[in-house]
């Protein structure tokens, strides 16, 4: 009789005790309804646990060598871009619209032609490789 009331006041003291509620699922991951402020660890984690190597990082070079190497790039770039804004310019009327024709460069050759039904067909080929783009504008 004394296990048996010890037991049932064991019993009875652990079920008074404990508080039971309902489990709620909270996730981590902000892609996933998270919070996003934890977007900056995990990422952290992911990188730090990282140990993949791309082999091709070094074919790639995507660290260039010196600044006047990068320089030099980007002088390159923006010379190509104002030739390109000159170019545009002088097949391009005041309205913007395109005027048929042909435009020869050193390296390509821009053909403008108007098909008559609203629509403009604008071929430009590789003078070194014979390639061609076309594309089709449609006229306002």
């Known amino acids: 009789m004394k296990k048996y ?16 509620s309902e489990m709620v699922y909270v996730p981590v991951n902000p892609s996933f309804g998270g919070n996003p402020m934890n977007g900056t660890m995990l990422l952290n984690n992911a990188q730090a646990q990282n ?15 010196s600044g ?10 923006s010379l190509l871009s104002r030739l390109t804004s000159t170019l545009s310019g002088s097949i391009v009327d005041d309205e913007g619209n395109l005027i048929p024709g042909s435009l020869e460069t050193s390296d390509f050759i821009v053909d403008i032609v108007d098909q008559g039904d609203g629509t403009i067909s604008v071929t430009t080929t ?13 006229s306002i």
């Open 5 to 20: 009331f010890f037991s049932l006041t064991l019993f009875i003291s652990v079920v008074s005790t404990t508080h039971g």
């Open 68 to 77: 006047i190497d990068d320089f030099n790039d980007s002088l390159q770039r």
């Open 126 to 138: 590789d003078k070194a490789t014979g390639g061609t783009t076309t594309f089709i504008v449609n």
């Open 51 to 65: 140990t993949f190597k791309d082999p091709d990082a070094e074919s790639l070079d995507l660290d260039s060598g």
